[in-house]
């Protein structure tokens, strides 16, 4: 197996220290570090999103491979920011006001990570004021909105009201949580919905590509 095909595994298997190891080993042998992050950390994410999916995998699993995941690019950050490589595309999430469940938040935003998004996570409990704020602010590619209990899906709707008549830079809205349906995004005006993190990061990746 090369260098690269076995960083994959390691990031799959959720092996931190290994991860690092091979991501140095890989720069040390001239490999180039978006390639690094192109050839095996985006698809070895990939694959964790896609066994997560088919319930070969559970949710510990997933946060281990992040975690070898993130220990690669400890390594490789310093080299891609000295070359000026920076992820194409950015993403703020957010849980919705008078929601403070971050549990599926914070696996949207491990698997956006994985798909080389840069993500700015704005926590829970966020007001929609503050969604059209960081928009202004990070002119990001897409924003993603959750919510866990049924009594702040009304506050999703007023945040998706909001960020489309604040006149804000053009952005792609997604949402998604427990109580979330395909037909409640569509009703929001929403321009995405997934039921899971792995879903989200296929979903998101496609919305920013297609815009």
Known sequence: ????????????????????????????????????VDKALVPAMAAVG????????FV??????AR???EAMGVLEPRLVAAGITP????????????????GKNL?????????FRVIDLGSNVPATKFVSAINEHRPHLVGLSA??????????????????AGCPPVKIMVGGAPISQQFADEVGADGFAPDAASAAEKARALVESA
């Open 148 to 165: 866990l209990l049924t009594t702040t899906m009304p506050a999703m709707v007023e945040t998706v009201r909001a960020i489309r008549s």
């Open 1 to 36: 197996m090369t260098t690269l095909e076995q960083l994959y595994q390691a990031v799959i298997d959720g092996k931190n220290k290994d991860a690092r190891a091979l991501a140095q080993r890989a720069l040390d042998e001239g490999a180039n570090p978006g390639d690094i």
């Open 88 to 103: 194409k595309y950015t993403a703020l999430i957010g849980t919705v006001q008078g929601d403070l469940h971050d549990i």
């Open 50 to 57: 896609e066994r997560f999916k088919s319930n070969e995998i």
């Open 60 to 65: 510990p699993e997933m946060l281990v491979a």
């Open 108 to 116: 949207v935003a491990v698997m956006w990570r994985g798909s080389n």
């Open 68 to 70: 070898a995941m993130k």
